[in-house]
């Protein structure tokens, strides 16, 4: 055989060493990004010295339901001061009666913005933020969302304890309640699989966002960062980008005992879960630099590993054995990483779900992004 024919004969199994480079890089992020978080030790700031007085700003518009449901879960929270600013924005329910009862039966600890519609102005869910912001009376502020639902009546304990002389924000965890069907499955997913890679990379000291769900900082950081005037021109952000923007090595913490999770309600059709996906995409086109390279690696990597199993299973029918242990060894890494993540954030039942759904998420999130991170949005 001649040297010319030697190289051919390598060249032809370039896709298993593709494949086997990919594998490479997904380990990477399995034990040394998620490995971060799967082996940390999840504690409890409850009976932390640090318990300042706390602002919860929320949100709403036209959540009349919500609010009945779960507004009570936050105002009767155990916790020694603190005060709820309700933003109402531009509710045409009954909202505005609700919040009304709600004030005569807690006159000192809820607060009730309201904004009305303006004929020629339309604005954002930043700028009702930006209102709840100023009209908190506490530097510490903690936000979650009119549909969500806190795990415990200590959630505000576990968050605010979280806060000390150097941190000034606080990442927690809000996964959606749990319901029959794929769709749920994969929004849970994708939920927990979001988490535990910002809850990671906060614990690298390298956090790139939050979840507005479940999100703390401070005022002062609120006006020092001048809030959300860098991304005011999109709707999604008030969460993700105001973290990646605002984030340092050493101001974060992330506060994930179960007492500090929050539920919220998921989307039951697959059309609005795409619209939720499509509205959240546009955010990540203004993470910095180095964060949108390491992300697009992640998830790059993870796609072009799936096309290349599949390629190599196609191109090598006689050496199957190969692309399978591939596949096998990133599995059982996946398995046994994440089965300690996934009890922290209590869903393990997803873990059995794990091999289909990994492959949904990659699919569908590529999809999904690919077709609406450039659309602008303007509205709630």
């Known amino acids: 055989m001649t040297l010319l024919e030697q190289l051919l004969a390598y060249i032809s199994y370039t896709p298993i060493g593709v494949l086997g480079i990919l594998l490479l890089i997904q380990l990477y992020y399995i034990y040394f990004v998620y490995g971060k978080l799967a082996f940390y030790p999840v504690k409890s700031f409850r009976e932390s010295a640090h318990l300042p007085p706390i602002s919860v700003v929320i949100c709403a518009h036209n959540e009349e339901e919500n609010l009945k449901a779960f507004l009570p ?5 155990e916790y020694p001061l603190f005060e709820v600013v309700l933003v109402d924005d531009c509710s045409d329910d009954e909202s505005k009666w609700i919040l009304k009862e709600f004030s005569t039966q807690y006159p000192d600890r809820l607060k009730v913005v309201e904004i009305k519609e303006h004929i020629r102005l339309k604005h ?14 506490h530097e510490h502020l903690v936000f979650t969302d009119a549909d969500c639902q806190p795990a415990s009546p200590f ?24 319901q029959r069907g794929l769709l749920n499955k994969l929004i849970r997913f994708e939920t927990t699989h979001t988490a535990m890679s910002y809850l990671s990379y906060a614990l690298k000291r390298n956090a790139y966002m939050g979840v507005g769900r479940n999100l703390a900082y401070t005022k002062s950081l609120f006006y020092k960062g001048k809030g959300f005037n860098k991304h005011m021109h999109i709707k999604s952000g008030d969460d993700d980008l105001f973290v990646n923007h605002n984030a340092t090595r050493t101001n974060v913490n992330i506060a994930i005992h179960p007492d500090a999770h929050v539920h919220s309600v998921p989307k039951e059709t697959w059309r609005s879960y795409y619209k939720q996906k499509a509205r959240h995409s546009g955010a990540s086109t203004l993470y910095k630099g180095s964060h949108k390279r390491m992300l697009a690696i992640q998830l790059i990597s993870a796609l072009l590993f799936y096309f290349m199993l599949a390629a190599c299973f196609v191109l090598y029918p006689n050496l199957w054995y190969i692309p399978l242990s591939m596949y096998s060894v990133r599995l059982l890494s996946q398995f046994l990483v994440f089965n300690r993540i996934y009890t922290k954030l209590v869903v393990r039942d997803l873990l059995i779900w794990f091999p289909l759904l990994d492959i949904l998420y990659y699919f569908y999130i590529c999809f999904n992004g690919l077709f609406n991170r450039r659309k602008k949005q303007t509205s709630w």
């Open 124 to 137: 954002s869910k930043k700028f009702a933020l930006t209102m709840g912001v100023k009209a908190a009376k």
């Open 73 to 77: 879960h936050i105002l009767e929270q």
């Open 155 to 178: 959630w505000l304990a576990e968050t605010a304890g979280a806060f000390s002389s150097q941190k000034e924000i606080v990442l927690g965890y809000s996964p959606y309640f749990k």
